[in-house]
């Protein structure tokens, strides 16, 4: 990751997918040597110089204009997300590990795991018959309540979610949509790291799952960004059987993008059953599990 270049490490992997027939070029003859367009076909389209697309990719040039970039998403079929992520790569703004630095004790202590508010855990422990966790931008868990961690194991404090579904095979086995769920969940961690590539946290999770994911590394190479939106989760739960769930995510404002999901099953539903048979195997604590004053990096590195 070439947190250095991100506008042209986006730009070069976001070309390699456009099909030259899809954006109205017409294969000659030869063999092509690079997949997708090739930068002077970017530029075209784009209606920009070579030299300049380019010095763009090259990171010689960081600042070009909104015109640049909407009609370089336009050739690249970016939606808005995308889009949004494209021009966000260009604004003059320190990422946070920059000004971690300047900060000095300050930003060390900002490395520490983000406090879970305490009236965020009192909601879900409210909440006997929804699972629910909490997790940040990095997809670490910070707390959840036992249902959720019932339903899976890595809905636990201390786990990264994304390193769990793509490292344990029990994961693999449970997550009946893994193929659909690991696209979508690389994908919505770029969204929600946005232009603060260079993140010690990040750095560190992208590098160990490239080295230890070959999917994680053809996923997060493509530089698709898609926030995290509702969807259905598909579980073959060892203890219920197969079942499928709602799951829904809010954001908790006043946090550094904190992250609340919850569950739910379709009242009445077969679905509805399973999920109260879980929940009566499943021994109540009468706390929420929340790390507190835990060591966040410790906690994963023991996954």
């Known amino acids: 990751m070439d947190a250095t270049n991100a506008l042209g490490e986006f730009l070069r992997a976001r070309r390699a997918l456009i099909r030259p027939e899809d954006a109205g070029i017409r294969r ?97 422990d409210g909440w006997p018959s929804n699972p629910a966790y909490v997790e940040n931008r990095f997809t670490d868990v910070l707390a959840a309540n036992p249902l959720a961690t019932a339903l899976s194991p890595s809905h636990s404090p201390g786990v990264n979610l994304i390193r769990a579904i793509l490292l344990d095979e029990s994961e693999r086995e449970l997550r009946r949509d893994w193929e659909e769920l690991t696209e979508a969940g690389v994908a919505a961690l770029r969204a929600n790291v946005g232009p603060d ?24 190479g493509r530089h698709d960004v898609r926030p995290k939106h509702a969807r259905v989760m598909r579980l073959r739960h060892p203890k219920v059987g197969d079942l499928e769930l709602q799951s829904n995510k809010l954001v908790i404002n006043g946090t550094d993008g904190l992250i609340l999901k919850v569950f739910h099953a379709e009242p009445g539903s077969r679905d509805a059953e399973l999920l109260a048979i879980l929940g009566s195997l499943t021994a109540p604590t009468g706390e929420s599990q929340n790390p507190t004053g835990s060591d966040e990096h410790q906690a994963v590195d023991e996954q």
């Open 28 to 124: 000659g003859g030869g063999l092509r040597r690079v997949p997708g367009l090739r930068r002077e076909e970017v530029a075209m389209l784009a209606g920009i110089s070579a030299d300049y697309y380019l010095r763009l990719e090259q990171g010689r040039d960081r600042n070009p204009s909104l015109q640049v970039l909407e009609a370089l998403a336009d050739v690249l079929n970016l939606d808005a997300p995308a889009t949004a992520h494209l021009i966000g790569l260009t604004q003059a703004h320190p990422s946070r590990a920059r000004r971690s630095e300047r900060s000095g004790d300050r930003g060390r202590a900002a490395q520490k795991p983000e406090p879970v508010p305490p009236g965020i855990l009192q909601l879900i």
């Open 197 to 220: 590539v260079d993140d010690p946290r990040l750095v560190e999770l992208v590098g160990e799952l490239s080295v230890r994911s070959e999917r994680f590394r053809r996923l997060w």
